[in-house]
């Protein structure tokens, strides 16, 4: 081998070594997650199931979305139906590059449009929330009063507020446009006032600042049939200890079935829990 060749060779395996040193510190870097997810629902007192939920995973990350229909004549059925398939596709299509606040507002809006086309205004609707779990980030959006909350430590911590007229009070009294009074007597009202499948439908709910996920914490989607029907305590209490999401389901919904509320709403939960 010639002086020329050797130094050729050497230069050769050099970019070799960079190459190699980037790509590990690269691995390093990147936060691998393996999810567990459970996922349980009943149809309490009503004729018809119309809760529906899904979860995807890619390279790109984990999506979770759980929809409480409403409507008649099967349209909450249908609506839900529809917003959990245009997750679905919209996650399917998402980048990493893409903002996670973009990708919701044209998830939630596209669903929107959809139950529109596919049923009158007024037949049917979604309650909608779904989370984007992203580099150890915790991102999520909703329309309606779907909760988001996540279990850490024992503790259940709701970090959605929801689209219901109290909340809307509350905000309402904070930008001074409202007096003390006023927003009292609305305290009381829970109907929502956003939800996708309505002509005047609004902006969504999104988290300004994402939550860095702890290792195995639980991220919580319930509907208002769940979370109120049953005591906060209680589903921290069902959520403690070492069983799999899918049990630990099952064994909210249990509870809420086996509860003595005379009048039962479709209840539905999704929990999923992230591992480093």
């Not at 936060?31 to 004729?47: L, Y």
Request: glycine share 10%; proline share 1%.
């Amino acid at each position: 081998m010639t002086v020329q060749e050797g130094m050729l060779a050497l230069l050769y395996l050099f970019i070799l070594c960079l190459i190699a040193v980037r790509f590990l510190s690269g691995e390093r870097g990147r936060v691998i997650r393996r999810f567990q997810v459970g996922r349980a629902m009943t149809i309490g007192d009503r004729q018809v199931q119309e809760d529906d939920s899904g979860v995807c995973q890619s390279a790109e990350g984990f999506m979770a979305v759980l929809a409480d229909g409403m409507g008649k004549n099967y349209g909450g059925k249908i609506s839900s139906g529809i917003a959990v398939d245009v997750m679905r596709d919209m996650f399917r299509l998402y980048k990493s590059s893409e903002n996670p606040a973009y990708f919701f507002q044209k998830s939630f809006h596209r669903m929107n449009k959809e139950i529109l086309d596919r049923l009158d205004d007024g037949r049917g609707g979604a309650s909608v929330g779904a989370v984007l779990i992203k580099d150890n980030y915790l991102y999520y959006a909703l329309a309606g009063n779907v909760k988001i909350a996540v279990y850490r430590g024992g503790n259940l911590v709701p970090v959605s507020a929801g689209h219901t007229i109290d909340v809307l009070a509350g905000d309402r009294f904070v930008e001074g446009t409202i007096t003390r009074e006023e927003a009292l007597k609305l305290l009381d009202h829970t109907r929502m006032y956003n939800y996708v499948g309505q002509d005047g439908f609004r902006e969504i709910e999104f988290v300004d600042t994402p939550i860095r996920l702890r290792d195995k914490d639980i991220v919580v989607l319930m509907s208002d049939g769940l979370y109120e029907g049953m005591d906060w305590k209680t589903i921290e209490e069902l959520l403690a200890g070492k069983k799999k999401c899918q049990q630990k389901a099952y064994e909210i919904i249990e509870e809420i079935n086996a509860g003595s509320r005379k009048e039962k709403d479709n209840a539905s939960i999704v929990l999923v829990e992230g591992f480093l």
